[in-house]
């Protein structure tokens, strides 16, 4: 358990470094240039690593399923819904909202097992703290100093 | 009400993101998972970006090395992801991410680090995380 909550914490860093080095990739192209490098860097490095690691392995993908192609358009997804939501709202609610979701799609997936996943009991202490954390999350976002959630809107 | 509906939307894709590499690293190994969902997300976003054609490419020129190469984080980011969702589920996975994404964000803000405008630190960052963190040990229990 300490392991997962370890890895845990380190993808979420990594997403934070990411967020923010992406943004100033942003900033000088456009979100598809920017999209498209970030997903192209990634196929890079899993593909590198994935070889020294696996080795020829890597290739071995008698399972493969159709579904398991379309997977990768859920990061095209992700972009054009982060992207839209910015552009209609104020950055502090769409990222609010967009923390919040995760949380909330995170507890149904767990409750209802969707997509063969291994169910994990809902409880009420889940609910409870699943809403104990959104409450920190909008604490958090909405505590923020002024000047620069008007300034940058990305 | 569009922007809420994206926002929401935006957030459920990134749990399925999640989701649906833990799912096919059972199946064909979590290497194989990462590069093949950021292949196909590559050439979608590849298809895109020849048909919309937005921004300048100049532009990459300004630009540090270290910024053009985040994108090869997710290598780890998905490894570490998809293993630590079969180790603790997808609710305490993503909890415990966005706290630590969260806190480093705030960090980095706070002591402008990478060139981020300095913010201050105020109390409800503070309260904010304390929540956070008491929601996740009220999940386990």
Not at chain 1, 13 to 29: A, G, M, P, R, W
Request: glycine share 10%.
């Amino acid at each position: 358990m300490i392991l997962g909550i370890m890895l845990a914490l380190i993808a979420g860093s990594l997403v934070s470094l990411q967020n923010i080095f992406n943004s100033k990739v942003n900033e000088y192209t456009g979100s598809w240039s920017t999209t498209t490098l970030v997903l192209g860097m990634g196929f890079v490095a899993s593909f590198v690593i994935g070889l020294m690691v696996e080795g020829t392995q890597l290739f071995a993908l008698q399972n493969l399923q159709v579904w398991h192609m379309l997977s990768g358009l859920t990061g095209v997804g992700v972009v054009i819904c982060l992207v839209q939501g910015m552009k209609r709202l104020n950055p502090t609610y769409s990222i609010a909202i967009v923390l919040t979701s995760q949380l909330v799609t995170a507890l149904m997936w767990d409750s209802f097992g969707w997509l063969g996943v291994e169910k994990i009991p809902f409880t009420l202490n889940k609910l409870l703290g699943v809403i104990v954390i959104v409450g920190g999350i909008l604490v958090f976002k909405f505590g923020e100093s002024k000047q620069r959630s008007v300034s940058s809107s990305k | 009400m569009r922007g809420i509906i994206f926002s929401i939307l935006g957030g459920a894709f990134i749990t399925l993101q999640g989701v649906a590499n833990a799912q096919i690293s059972q199946q064909l190994g979590t290497w194989q998972a990462a590069t093949l969902t950021q292949f196909t997300g590559f050439l979608m976003a590849l298809m895109i970006l020849l048909i919309v054609r937005d921004g300048n490419r100049q532009g990459f020129k300004q630009i540090k090395p270290l910024y053009l190469m985040s994108g090869s984080f997710a290598a780890i980011i998905i490894y570490s992801e998809v293993t630590a969702i079969h180790q603790i589920g997808i609710t305490f996975t993503i909890s415990a991410l966005l706290i630590a994404q969260l806190c480093l964000t705030f960090l980095i803000d706070t002591q402008g680090w990478f060139d981020v405008p300095k913010r201050k630190m105020n109390l409800p960052q503070f309260i904010g995380i304390a929540m956070m963190v008491a929601g996740v040990v009220i999940l386990k229990f």
